[in-house]
T-cell receptor, first 113, second 114 residues
């Protein structure tokens, strides 16, 4: 069965510092991988997705993620964090694309001044 | 273009009652999926409807059911509520049910079972 692990429950980053959120997945075939962000009182917003091709994918709001098959990882990065990035971030895998997503437990990002 | 709308936004029920949640997808979208979000279990897929047919179902008991209408609006129903059903229920819509059809999520309905 597919599964997603986000080892960090909380991360605190200073504004302007770089960010990396970790995600490891377990799936037998080449997965469809996603990162979503959820702000308080909001639904989930798609940041980026990996289906195939270039293993470094660019997303919205300056985020990028790198697919590493050998490490079963899909870590999310941002070079310079803004206070508005404080939110909860979810990594997900989809066995058939966007449908029937399997989510990780999320990482809550706190941004300090 | 209006986003996904979920009603009500907040709901309080007692154990044993039943509840119906509603989701209006983005105009033109034909697929609706439902997810349950709890602190303990995280985000879990409930089911997906496309053109009024259930296409996928998650691992939830039969107390959880849903349907989709001809205008693509969807409802989910939970019968005989249990305390553990307290959660944020998220609805997502997409144009189709294909691998590349991005899902857009609504703000959710917060259900509290007392």
């Amino acid at each position: 069965a597919q599964s997603v692990t986000q080892p960090d429950i909380h991360i605190t980053v200073s504004e302007g510092a770089s960010l990396e959120l970790r995600c490891n997945y377990s799936y037998g075939a080449t997965p469809y991988l996603f990162w979503y962000v959820q702000s308080p009182g909001q639904g989930l917003q798609l940041l980026l997705k990996y289906f195939s091709g270039d293993t470094l994918v660019q997303g919205i709001k300056g985020f990028e993620a790198e697919f590493k098959r050998s490490q079963s990882s899909f870590n999310l990065r941002k070079p310079s964090v803004h206070w508005s990035d404080a939110a909860e971030y979810f990594c997900a895998v989809g066995p058939t694309g966007f449908q029937k997503l399997v989510f990780g437990t999320g990482t809550r990002l706190l941004v300090s001044p | 273009k209006a986003g996904v709308t979920q009603t009500p936004r907040y709901l309080i029920k007692t154990r044993g009652q039943q509840v119906t949640l509603s989701c209006s997808p983005i105009s033109g979208h034909r697929s609706v999926s439902w997810y349950q979000q709890t602190p303990g279990q995280g985000l879990q897929f409930l089911f997906e409807y496309f053109s009024e047919t259930q296409r996928n179902k998650g691992n939830f008991p039969g107390r959880f059911s849903g349907r989709q209408f001809s205008n693509s609006r969807s409802e989910m129903n939970v019968s005989t509520l249990e305390l553990g059903d307290s959660a944020l229920y998220l609805c997502a819509s997409s144009w189709g049910s294909g691998s590349g059809d991005e899902q857009f999520f609504g703000p959710g309905t917060r259900l509290t079972v007392l």
